[in-house]
């Protein structure tokens, strides 16, 4: 976006609205003008303004080959961490599953979940749209006002795991002379500062660090495969194995981990021009979502696997996933140094999360909207900071819990946000999306579909969710008393109940 002018015919005080990208400015002097010319200066140097404003098709970037690599590489970058490597430790660790379990439901779950984001993010170019707007020519007005309210709190859940792996990989990399709240602090402020400049940046932060980070990945996996080997001994056996409400437990786990992404699955795309081809972006999307998030948590597994007959691994793994690596590492100098690479892997996370929060948050309070992007990802930071540092001591069953309940929560945006394109405004262009419509509350749908599709997931989930602090009595039923199938339930219920509700709400207001 060119930045606005200023005019030396203009009176003073006169308000300059660029409705394009929605950003109001007034020509003034003192601090108020100061801080507009700051804004256009910065606008000038390429820092990205654009918040949820649809983005026209003469600012979009050309169609080449090349095009699709950079999407490949964000998405690989944002799940080739140390925060993936933390879940893959789940399955052992928590629900006690053997290697073998452990690997099927990665494998299994990873697979299927990541078809949802990386199909979404092809109706990206389409539209212009980023995901939460996208939601409301679904959801309607105000309910994607909630779900963006409740995307932003998992957003800062997200952003507070990552920024704790982050600085307790500095203090390990510092011999421990860094406390973690510094640790932190450092992590975030680098993310910030690449989410501040916009998507450009973030495009070059993933080109270095997926490979970088994945090749480190690779290294410790060969230095320690002959202890690897320990994964499937019979002293790992004689304390882990099968069970049914242990596959379904950490199945949820992974719903929520890779599912996530549904919420901002297009933020990334709308650079695309519109006749981009479905096909392979869906490819490269899928493939940065599925190939990373397996090898990475397959690798973990089976590093927590073999801790148990390994004392050294063992106490470093009670005490979190850095100390775990730096153990597998050697505890060194070259320990040392892949704790910093590892947080090039933690930025790579974080600096888009803090990207698409920022966006959400304009969904969820429309007047946002007229705040430039880049000073959101401040305010996100400044949200998300201080729950990381108070957080940072009880990692493991946040990480436990967050990611279950963020599942339960798709699984009432889902279904109408994959199936309105397919069933109702097939196929996705700016025709079923017209530009006029996006923030007209009384052009787009009442919400009457999904309203009656959440009454009825809501009770659902209640009675199909297991967690420490609440089980079902369906999720009792299940043999072991705590099978997690909260989310299968919901997303079931929902998608019967919203499709014939959305079509006669469609056929009643013609929205």
């Known amino acids: 976006m060119d930045p606005i002018v200023a005019d030396k015919d203009l009176p003073v005080d006169r308000a300059i609205a660029d409705e394009e990208a929605g950003v109001y400015r007034h020509r003034s002097g003192g601090i108020k003008g100061a801080a507009n010319r700051a804004m256009e200066l910065l606008v000038e140097h390429g820092v990205e303004e654009r918040g949820i404003q649809p983005r026209p098709e003469d600012e979009r970037d050309t169609l080449s080959m090349w095009s699709y690599f950079p999407q490949f590489t964000l998405w690989a970058a944002m799940n080739t961490n140390i925060l993936t490597f933390s879940e893959g430790m789940l399955g052992p660790q928590f629900f006690g599953l053997d290697l073998k379990s452990s690997v099927m439901v990665i494998v299994v779950f990873t697979a299927v979940c990541a078809l949802a984001p990386a199909w979404l993010a092809c109706n990206g170019p389409r539209t212009g749209m980023r995901q939460m707007v996208q939601a409301r020519f679904a959801l309607g007005y105000y309910p994607s ?305 999904w309203v009656a599709g959440a009454v009825v997931g809501i009770p659902l989930i209640a009675a199909g969710m297991a967690q420490t602090w609440w089980t079902g009595w369906i999720a009792a039923a299940i043999p072991g008393g705590d099978g997690d199938i909260g989310f299968l339930l919901s997303c079931s219920a929902v998608t019967l109940v919203w499709i014939p509700v959305r079509y006669l709400e469609r056929r009643r207001t013609g929205r």
């Open 145 to 449: 006002m909630f779900i963006g309210l409740v995307n932003c709190i998992s957003f800062v859940g997200y952003l507070s795991l990552t920024a704790i792996l982050g600085g307790q990989c500095l203090s390990l990399a510092s011999n421990s002379d860094m406390t973690w709240t510094v640790g932190i602090v450092i992590v975030a402020i680098i993310a910030l500062l690449l989410s501040f400049v916009g998507l450009r940046a973030l495009h070059i932060l993933s080109l270095a660090s997926f490979p970088i980070v994945m090749l480190l990945f690779i290294v410790l996996a060969g230095v320690t495969g002959d202890k690897l080997k320990l994964a499937t001994s019979s002293a790992v056996e004689a304390v882990s194995g099968i069970s049914t409400s242990g596959v379904l437990a950490y199945g949820a786990s992974q719903i929520g981990f890779t599912i996530s992404y549904t919420s901002f699955a297009s933020d990334f795309t709308t650079s695309l021009p519109a006749h981009t081809p479905r096909l392979p972006l869906f490819l490269c999307v899928y493939a940065g979502l599925a190939v990373p998030i397996i090898l990475v948590q397959v690798f973990a597994a089976a590093a927590q696997c073999a801790a148990v007959a390994i004392p050294a691994w063992t106490a470093a793994s009670a005490v979190g996933t850095p100390d775990l690596l730096y153990a597998m590492a050697g505890a060194g100098g070259a320990a040392r140094f892949a704790m910093v690479l590892l947080c090039l892997g933690v930025v790579a996370n974080t600096a888009p999360t803090i990207y698409s929060c920022g966006l959400s948050g304009q969904v969820a309070i429309p007047w946002l909207v007229r705040v430039p992007r880049y000073f959101l990802a401040v305010v996100v930071t400044a949200i998300y900071l201080p729950v990381a540092i108070v957080g940072s001591t009880h990692f493991y069953t946040v990480l436990e819990n967050f990611l279950s309940v963020l599942g339960y929560y798709t699984s009432l945006y889902i279904p109408p946000v994959i199936l309105e394109p397919i069933l109702f405004r097939n196929p996705v262009s700016r025709t079923t999306y017209p530009l006029d419509t996006w923030d007209k509350p009384s052009k787009l749908p009442i919400g009457i579909a």
